[in-house]
């Protein structure tokens, strides 16, 4: 019998939010980006939840020919952009749109033969300093690109680096958004700025053609804790889920598990959880996590090993051996334990812990 571990892929709440990315930009299309294997999800696992979508976005071509092969035949962004020059045959052959951020990228493609021009978008360093050209080169390179026969349609693109948050005493886009109208103001071509934490926080300035909802898809909030699932109604798309597999008995003075990092004050009983940081679970999750066992929220104890972890029974005693623990997502009678919770409480964030679910953990769609 495998491990009784698990994840959970729920089509529904993916459709869900995906909803949610639209009526938060009515007049928007919606990119569902799926970099990073669909934030852990896996491709193929999220697909069916967010088939809906006007188009994909991801960063590796390999991704890229996994949705065609699941027959998406709508856009595709890369949003990266190509990594070598011979990408660009894949962009031709799949019919990928490619985001272009430099100088080298203009080169590869103006050497580029292909029969279908390339649908592109220009991307623009509005100030996160990451990808994208400075906002004095950005005329030029746009002039550059048009002036391509390898060049179809160019949008126009730049992404925020503190949509989620307040900056310097303002709202976290204005410096950016002043940059970008400032550089782009009068070119021609469709616009996509707002990742998930601008389409639920500044939808009005920021969701114009196209918007990139990410994280939100999976149910993951982008400014927890100022907010949390329920206040933007988004619903986890996964639910890694385990069992107990052993039980014990504490005395005052007993610890848990290596470096003994959890000491009872009282006499307590514990359960040994079948999940631990090789499947995914994050090791720097202190002492207090929340986790839910047969539905019922209690805390971890102690460290997590590599195959196991420890939690608190002492408040469940109808729990023991074999009784379902819900690390996160969608418990059962209804429970439910978000995603940003155990991130935050582990000095993360959700995004991470998606990303990080391990392959050794068996995903199951429903
Ligand atoms: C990852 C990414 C997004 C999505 O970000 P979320 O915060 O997950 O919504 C959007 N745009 C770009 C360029 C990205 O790399």
Redesign the pocket.
Known sequence: MPRPIEALVHAEALAHNLGRARAQAPNARV?A?V??NA?GHGIENAYPGLRAADGF?L?DLAEAQRLRALDWRGPILL??GVFEPRDLELCSRLKLWH?VHCEQQIDWLAMHKTHEPHRVFL?LNSGMNR?GFMPAAFRAAYARLDALPQVDEIGL?T?FSD??ALRFGADGIAQQLAAYEAATEGLAGER?L????A?LRHPARTANDWV???????G?V?DFPEHDAAHWDLRPAMTLRSRLIGVQQLQPGDSVGYGSAFTAEAAMRIGVVACGYADGYPRHAPTGTPILVDGQRTRTLGRVSMDMLAVDLSALPASGFGSEVTLWGEGPRGSRLPIDEVAHAAGTIG?ELMCAVAPRVPVHSV
């Open positions: 990119w980006v970099k990073a934030y976005a960063l949003l990266e985001a991307k990808l693109m992404h949509a989620d996509t707002a990742n998930s934490a389409t990139r909802a990410g994280i939100m898809c999976y993951g982008p995004y």
